[in-house]
């Protein structure tokens, strides 16, 4: 599936954005998706994922009950509503997708991801 991650942008700290990830090529309800983040001269890192059910969620700490991943099957697209950003949130994120039998399977880990989209870059001043 091909991910076109679209919404980053400059933003002061305390302010939201969101993410969109949109897919082609195939339907996004048959896989599992994610998103993650990196900053220069660091490994990319987690960020969220959700199953294809849309209901198992999980997110990395430093985002729990600030970033929300949701999907959207109609419009092929999935989103990160990101509220409260800090500095530290600054980074380009990308979106992911694997393809899983299991509707309740999520992943955490960049190596458990096949397609990728090119990244926005999020810049949160404070």
């Known amino acids: 599936v091909q991910l076109q991650a679209s919404g980053g942008g400059q933003v002061q700290a305390g302010g939201s954005l969101r993410l969109s990830c949109t897919a082609s090529?195939?339907?996004?309800?048959?896989?599992?998706t994610g998103w993650f983040r990196q900053v220069a001269g660091k490994e990319r890192e987690f960020v969220a994922t959700?199953?294809?059910?849309?209901?198992?969620?999980d997110y990395a700490d430093s985002v729990r009950g600030r970033f929300t991943i949701s999907r959207d099957i109609a419009k092929n697209t999935m989103y990160l509503q990101m509220n409260s950003l800090k500095t530290e949130d600054t980074a380009v994120y990308y979106c992911?997708?694997?393809?899983?039998?299991?509707?309740?399977?999520?992943?955490?880990?960049?190596?458990?991801?096949?397609?990728w989209g090119q990244g926005t870059l999020v810049t949160v001043s404070s």
């Open positions: 090529g195939r339907a996004l309800r048959n896989y599992v």
């Open positions: 992911a997708a694997a393809w899983r039998s299991h509707s309740n399977v999520i992943l955490t880990t960049t190596g458990g991801y096949t397609d």
């Open positions: 959700i199953g294809r059910n849309g209901v198992n969620k």
